[in-house]
């Protein structure tokens, strides 16, 4: 067994009674039991205080040498305080030696450890010294022993695989055998609430873990499917790092009836190997009870647990434990797990991606491997509903790792008219009901009535039904189809999956609206030809989240020639007033005129690097998903409900030709070529109208949203302004043409970049790569700078392709325009941002498009 670390602190002053101490414990040093560090062991030129540092950390054992000249040190006591801070979390034992009378019972931390020699009693008060020492190594030897038994602890077999099951994950990786949890595990962010369960702040659950014995009572919510139990594995592993003996709890029967401390006892014995209980020390024994909502005497087992310095208690919701005596539960700390922000779902990605058996086999191109997480990252924020809302799944990691294996697994459904995406979707619909235990022969008989349920729901225009509401349901489909199943049985395991729900106030409801709009698009793909009416009200109105969702859900269900040709006549209709915008010279001369005043594109920096580029744009899109998440919970009125006509246009158009992008791209292999052309021209026009509609606002509104401008900026100027002047500062308020210079800039530039992002708006809407022969086909069909933007804009992102060449040879035609130029090195100075791209190359791209680098405009500026 690898020795103990002793680190003895002490005042200089009392250095004679190292020796005595090194003396009577030499027989620990000889059988190599311990290794004894003090800072006389720091040899010359070597950094004094991090070694010191370094040893303390490092320890198993702290031994303080108390006296007066101990407790009158600086450094002593911040030696002592730090050694207080590594018993806390890491259990290190702390030994205070007592060597004189001195005031050390005033120190409340001091006081309440255990000293020696017996009793405290200092050891120049006892009449032969050596017995004092001797007495010092026969406690300092039970304490060894303690912590000897607790480091060789070891796992029984069964819960160490336990502790790195994937369970369904474990053979589901096209590149590695077996996956374990370090494979795919990504610390969550955790909610953080304080006694009375209110909102105090967001932090990791790694920073949780680290400092997991900071807090004596912590509690863990998270929904079903979060990771709670994952969570509970890393706190066990970690828990074991710092020397503490963890025991999970988890009752298969939910109920954790009869006492507590029985079962952690049980628990302890399959968990662990060769050790009783009762030989280890009660305060390093941490309870981890998972599922604690469901027992059935929480005030019982919560008033058995104190027992615990420390205890973590798994629940489902942190505002539901319905107890009694509401002052237990406020004396834990409370966390709640949060789903997966974009920059978590990114590097959860990357593990996956990057799992391999092999090194040789993995992807070593870094475009390559861009390539293969930007197409994963769209495939995971599609099924979870990220591309067009606030989301339909919960972006939990196995919901995500679901989609992925499945889509790996499974990617060609054998049913060839679903989707391989929504054959993700069917998939786990099939996992939750086999994990219930439903059969195989009865699953049909489930999904019937969950699609007839659906389509009822959907009759009645509610995402909830009263009881009342269902037995009227329960009616008519006993009339209509034989039930082979008893419908209490049929209704429990629905429950239990959490397909459906029964919430508190006694109604029913699809537990995600992904579940709901796979079942109610099932049932209209199914019924198409007695529901057209419903077909068409749906089409004409796909400003509407649910109407867009279930119009995507139907094409993942079927290919009907009506949906299609019924969605291709809505798009048609769209601002049909307008022609599509082509961003040839003649069209947008007014613009040209004004591209002095924008700002210049320029290539990153050598500084810059993809990885942190890409770093950069996850995190604002964690702030953004985040505030959305926020405005959805708190009710924000949502774009639409109350808007003017032309937003409300520009939002079904939008959504319109989202919607026909994700037709195509989930049908790249099933739709004919025609079709697939024909939605692809119909859906980039819509754009492109919005577009022509926009130049029409910008022409006829110009000198207005300027004098709007300038008015607001001259009134945010003014309040600086009388501050600056009550300091005695001089004035900054601009000149009037300053100021109407100033805004004409911001009114263009904000033009041109509303231009700039809806053509990427396309890109990713309707671009992929498994449609690059049809890109390439509608796109030079149609031959115009808008059209030749949006295929470059695809290839660049889909295919990691730039073709400088082809780009420097189009934009010199002669109707190419200066704004359609501009866009055109603003993308492709973002391709070379977000993706690698050597410096040799990256200044061919920068003579060529005439595109200067940040570090050249900087110096040219200065």
């Not at 979707?425 to 939750?432: E, K, P, T």
């Not at 395991?493 to 992904?514: A, M, W």
Request: hydrophobic share 35%.
């Amino acid at each position: 067994m690898k020795k103990l670390n002793v680190f003895i602190s002490y005042s200089h002053l009392d250095e004679d009674k190292i020796n005595e101490f090194k003396k009577h414990v030499s027989p620990l040093q000889t059988n190599e039991t311990i290794e004894i560090w003090y800072d006389r062991k720091i040899t010359a030129g070597a950094n004094f205080q991090n070694k010191i540092t370094d040893n303390l950390k490092n320890s198993d054992i702290v031994c303080l040498f108390i006296s007066a000249n101990f407790l009158s040190s600086v450094a002593c006591r911040e030696e002592k305080e730090a050694a207080l801070e590594l018993n806390k979390i890491k259990g290190v034992a702390v030994i205070p030696i007592i060597l004189s009378n001195c005031g050390w019972q005033d120190d409340k931390n001091l006081s309440s450890l255990l000293a020696l020699p017996t009793d405290a009693k200092p050891i120049e008060e006892h009449d032969k010294q050596n017995s004092a020492w001797n007495n010092v190594y026969e406690g300092l030897k039970d304490v060894i022993n303690e912590e000897i038994k607790v480091k060789e602890l070891e796992f029984q077999e069964g819960f160490s695989d336990f502790l790195q099951s994937v369970e369904m994950l474990t053979k589901a990786h096209s590149r590695k055998g077996t996956v374990i949890l370090d494979d795919v595990f990504i610390y969550p962010k955790l909610d953080k609430y304080d006694e009375v369960r209110e909102y105090e702040t967001c932090e990791s659950s790694e920073q949780l873990i680290n400092n997991l014995c900071e807090y004596s009572k912590i509690l863990i919510a998270g929904e079903n499917q979060s990771g709670k139990t994952t969570l509970c594995k890393k706190i066990i592993l970690k828990l074991r790092e710092n020397n503490f003996v963890p025991v999970y709890l988890f009752d298969e029967k939910k109920q954790y009836q009869g006492r507590i401390v029985n079962r952690i006892k049980s628990a302890f014995e399959k968990q662990y190997q060769s050790v009783e209980i009762e030989e280890i020390d009660q305060r390093r024994i941490v309870p981890i009870i998972d599922d604690f909502h469901c027992a059935k005497q929480k005030e019982k087992h919560i008033n058995e647990l104190s027992v615990y310095k420390h205890q973590v208690i798994i629940v489902d919701d942190i505002f539901s434990l319905n107890l009694k005596q509401e002052t237990l539960i406020r004396k834990f700390k409370h966390f709640k797990i949060k789903e997966l922000s974009p920059s978590l779902r990114n590097k959860l990605i990357e593990k996956w991606t990057n799992l391999t058996d092999k090194a040789e086999s993995g992807i070593h191109n870094d475009n390559a491997l861009y390539q293969s997480i930007d197409s994963t990252t769209e495939l995971i924020n599609t099924s979870l509903g990220k591309i067009m809302g606030s989301g339909i799944m919960p972006a939990y990691p196995f919901f995500i790792l679901s989609v992925l294996t499945t889509y790996e697994t499974f990617g060609t459904s054998l049913d060839h008219e679903i989707t391989s995406q929504g054959h993700c979707y069917q998939a786990l619909i099939y996992l939750y009901l086999t994990k219930e235990g439903v059969k195989n022969e009865e699953i049909d008989t489930y999904i019937n009535f969950l699609t007839e349920l659906s389509f009822f729901f959907y009759k009645e225009d509610s995402n909830i039904l009263t009881v009342e509401d269902f037995k009227v349901f329960m009616g008519g489909y006993l009339k209509k189809y034989n039930l082979p199943v008893k419908e209490e049985i049929l209704l429990s395991k629905l429950e239990k999956t959490q397909i459906i729900t029964l919430d508190s106030c006694n109604n029913y409801s699809f537990r995600y609206p992904y579940l709901y709009y796979f079942f109610v698009a099932k049932y209209i793909s199914e019924h198409i030809g007695d529901n057209r009416e419903v077909v068409d009200l749906i089409i004409k109105n796909l400003d509407k989240d649910e109407n867009a969702y279930i119009t995507i859900f139907i094409s993942h269900h079927s290919k009907s020639s009506y949906v299609l040709d019924k969605i291709v006549q809505n798009a048609s209709n769209l601002f049909k007033s307008h022609v599509s915008a082509s961003l040839k010279k003649e069209e947008v001369r007014f613009f040209d005129d004004k591209l002095d005043i924008i700002i210049k594109a320029a290539l990153p920096a050598t500084s810059s690097t993809p990885e942190k580029e890409r770093t950069n744009r996850l995190e604002i899109q964690d702030v953004e998903e985040e505030r959305n998440q926020l405005n959805e919970e708190n009710d924000v009125q949502k774009a639409g409900d109350s808007d003017d006509d032309l937003s409300i246009e520009i939002r079904r158009s939008i959504k319109t030709a989202e919607v026909m992008g994700r037709i195509i791209k989930n049908r790249a292999g099933s739709l004919e070529k025609e079709n697939l052309e024909i939605i692809f021209q119909k859906a980039m026009s819509v754009h492109f109208r919005i577009l022509t509609s926009f130049f029409d606002i910008i022409k006829n509104g110009e000198e207005e949203v300027i004098n709007f401008i300038s008015n607001r900026i001259n009134k945010i100027i003014e309040e600086k302004d009388s501050q600056r002047i009550s300091e005695g500062k001089k004035s900054i308020t601009p000149k009037a043409d300053e100021l109407e210079r100033l805004s004409r800039a911001i009114f263009w530039n904000m033009n041109f970049f509303f231009i700039y992002n809806l053509i990427n708006k396309i890109v990713h809407s309707i671009g992929s790569n498994k449609l690059t022969e049809i890109v390439k086909t509608v796109c030079d069909k149609e031959d115009t700078p808008a059209s030749f933007l949006v295929k470059h804009g695809i290839l660049m992102w889909y295919n990691k392709n730039l073709q400088v060449d082809n780009i420097v040879s189009k934009i010199d035609d002669d109707e190419f325009s200066e704004t359609a130029k501009k866009i055109m090195k603003f993308m492709v100075v973002n391709h070379c941002s977000m993706h690698s791209v050597d410096f040799k190359q990256k200044d061919k791209i920068g003579k060529k498009l005439g595109i200067s680098s940040q570090k050249l405009i900087k110096h040219k500026s200065t």
